[in-house]
C-alpha cells in the first residue's frame, strides 16, 4: 500500500507508544496510526447504559459498526494494508465512518482519549485526495463563501424557501438535485449581517478588554444574538474589539465547515486568515470571546493540527466561549444579574456535544446559577443528532431525528410552554424547531433579559 500523504499535522501523537505494536508504521505518518492505535477496546463507546456525550450514532442504532471502536479498527485495518492499495476508499471504511457526527466525546470519555473527530477529517481528505469531491461535500466546505451571497437574492429565495416547505414536490427536487434532505427546513440569511452593521472600533467602558469573534452563523443567520453578547460584554464593563476582516476581504472563518468534509486545504487557509486577524489582539494578551462552541473550540483543537504554529497556540490559550470567560473573570457577585421578570420561567438547557466534550459545562451551571431565582434543569443528553451538515443530509436525517429523539426532544415537548429553551449551538436551535416546533435561545440572551436595564444600542437594530 503506497503510504499516505497526510494533511493534518499529527506530530503531536508520534511519542505515543512504543515497541512492536507501533513497529510497522512508517517514520512518516506514524502520529496518524498512533492516534487510532490509541483505541484499545475497552467498549467504553457501546455500553448500553451510557451517559455523557460518547457515542451517539451506537446509541441510536445499537450496532458495533457506528461506534468508535469499529472506526478506530477500521483505520488500523486501513493503515496496516488489510484494505487494499487504496483503503480510504474502501466502502467498509466509508460505512464505518458514516455516521460519525463529530461530536469529540470520545475524546473526553474514551479512557484513551481517541480523538475521532479528528481521525475521521483525516480519512475523508486521504478519500477525496485523487477526486474531486461531490457537489453537496463542495457547497459545505464553502459555506462561508457562499452564504453572505445569498443575501444579495433574499427577496427571491425567502420566498423560494417557503414553497419548498409547503410542497413536497419542490422539497423532493431540492434533495434529488443536492441531497438536503426534504423534510428538514433550510436557514435563511438575515436582512442584515452583524458585522456589516457592528461597531468598527471598541467600544464599551472598560477596564478589560475583550475581542468578540463572531462565526459565520451567528454573523449570517442569528444576528440578534451577536447583538445580545455584544450589549451583555459592555453592560459588564467590557471594551469589545468586534474582529472584522480587512477591508474588502471576505468574512473571516474558523474552517469548520471545511473540516467536516475533509477539505482541509479549504479548511486551513481560512484558518490562517482568521490567525492573521486575531495576531495583534492575541499579541496583546486579550481574551477572545466566541458564541458558537463548534467554531470557537476549534481554535483550541483543530487549529492546533493544521500546522499554523506558535500562533496559533497562543490564540488557543486566550480563547474562551462567553460562559467560561464570565465565569473564569468574575467572582460570585460581580455580576449585575438581576431576577427575570415575574413570574420567572423555568429554564432547560441543552449543551452543546463540544460544550460538554471540552468542559465548558461547569461554566455554564456557574453562571445561570448567579441570575437570582433562576429554575434550572439540564437535560441530560447527547449530541443533538444536527452535527452542522450532518443532519440535513438526505441519507442521515432519520438518523440525526433518532439521535435527538434519545433524550432531547421528549425532553423540550414536556417543558410548558414558558420554559426558556436554552441551547447555545446554531444545529441545537435547528434541531429543537424542526424536531419539536420550539424555539430554543442563546444563552446571551438570558443575559440580556437579566441585565438591569437594557444598555444603550452600539448598533443600528438588525431586522
Given at each position: ?10 506530530t ?29 477496546g ?9 451517559k455523557?456525550v460518547?457515542?451517539p ?7 458495533s ?27 467498509r471504511l ?13 475524546k ?5 482519549g ?17 477526486s474531486?469531491?461531490p ?9 462561508p463563501?457562499?452564504?453572505?451571497r ?9 420566498p ?28 435563511r ?11 468598527t472600533?471598541?467600544?464599551g ?47 473571516l472563518?474558523?474552517?469548520r ?9 479549504t ?13 495583534p ?33 497562543r ?18 457577585g460581580?455580576?449585575p ?11 432547560l ?13 461547569k461554566a455554564?451551571r ?15 443528553s ?5 452535527a452542522?451538515?450532518f ?11 433518532a ?8 425532553a ?7 420554559t ?11 434541531q ?10 442563546h ?9 438591569p ?7 443600528a437594530?438588525?431586522?
Open positions: 500500500m503506497q503510504e499516505p500523504s497526510l494533511q493534518l499535522d499529527w503531536a501523537y508520534d511519542a505515543y507508544g512504543t515497541g512492536d505494536a507501533y513497529a510497522h508504521l512508517p517514520a512518516h505518518g506514524a502520529g496518524f496510526g498512533k492516534a487510532a492505535a490509541v483505541c484499545i475497552s467498549r467504553t463507546c457501546q455500553r448500553a447504559d451510557a455523557g460518547m457515542c450514532s451506537f446509541r441510536a442504532t445499537q450496532d459498526t457506528h461506534s468508535t471502536q469499529h472506526r478506530a479498527a477500521m483505520l488500523r485495518a486501513a493503515l496496516d494494508g488489510e484494505l487494499g492499495e487504496r483503503p480510504f476508499e474502501d466502502p466509508h460505512e464505518a465512518l458514516d455516521l460519525c457526527v463529530a461530536c469529540k466525546g470520545c473526553r470519555e474514551c479512557p484513551n481517541v480523538d475521532m473527530a479528528l481521525l475521521r477529517t483525516e480519512a475523508l481528505a486521504q478519500r477525496w485526495a485523487d474531486p469531491r457537489r453537496r461535500e463542495r457547497l459545505i466546505a464553502q459555506l463563501q457562499w452564504l453572505p445569498l443575501r444579495r437574492w433574499r427577496a427571491l429565495l425567502n423560494l424557501l417557503t414553497l419548498r416547505e409547503r410542497w413536497p414536490w419542490l422539497a423532493r427536487l431540492v434533495q434529488a438535485r443536492l441531497g438536503l434532505a426534504a423534510g428538514r427546513s433550510l436557514p440569511p438575515a436582512a442584515q449581517a452583524f458585522l456589516d452593521g457592528a461597531p472600533g471598541p467600544v467602558p472598560g477596564p478589560r478588554e475583550v475581542v468578540l469573534l463572531v462565526d459565520t452563523f451567528h454573523n449570517q443567520l442569528d444576528p440578534a444574538t451577536a447583538q445580545a453578547a455584544l450589549e451583555v460584554l459592555q453592560a459588564i464593563g467590557c471594551r469589545v474589539h468586534v474582529l472584522h476582516p480587512p477591508a474588502g476581504e471576505a468574512p472563518c474558523c474552517g465547515s471545511a473540516l467536516a468534509v475533509g477539505d482541509v486545504a479548511a486551513r487557509a481560512a484558518a490562517a486568515r482568521l490567525q492573521h486577524a486575531l495576531a489582539y492575541v499579541e496583546r494578551g486579550l481574551p477572545i470571546i466566541g458564541l458558537e462552541p463548534s467554531c470557537l473550540l476549534t481554535l483550541r483543537d483543530e487549529h492546533l493540527a493544521l500546522g499554523l504554529g506558535e500562533a496559533a497556540t490564540a488557543a490559550q486566550q480563547a474562551w466561549l462567553l460562559e467560561e470567560y464570565l465565569a473564569r473573570e468574575f467572582k460570585p460581580e455580576l444579574w438581576q431576577a427575570l421578570p415575574e413570574p420567572s420561567p423555568p429554564v438547557v441543552h449543551g452543546h456535544c463540544h460544550q460538554k466534550a471540552f468542559g465548558a459545562m455554564l456557574k453562571v445561570l446559577g448567579g441570575v437570582p431565582g433562576l429554575q434550572v434543569q439540564f437535560i441530560d447527547s449530541c443533538c443528532g444536527m452542522g451538515a443532519g440535513y443530509e438526505a441519507e442521515h436525517h432519520a438518523i440525526s431525528l439521535m435527538a429523539e434519545a433524550e432531547l426532544l421528549p423540550v415537548r414536556a417543558a410548558s410552554a414558558d426558556w429553551l436554552l441551547a447555545n449551538g446554531t444545529s441545537c436551535r435547528h429543537i424547531h424542526d424536531g419539536a416546533g420550539r424555539q430554543a435561545r444563552l446571551a440572551h438570558l443575559l440580556r433579559a437579566a441585565l436595564a437594557t444598555p444603550p444600542a452600539t448598533t437594530p438588525i431586522p
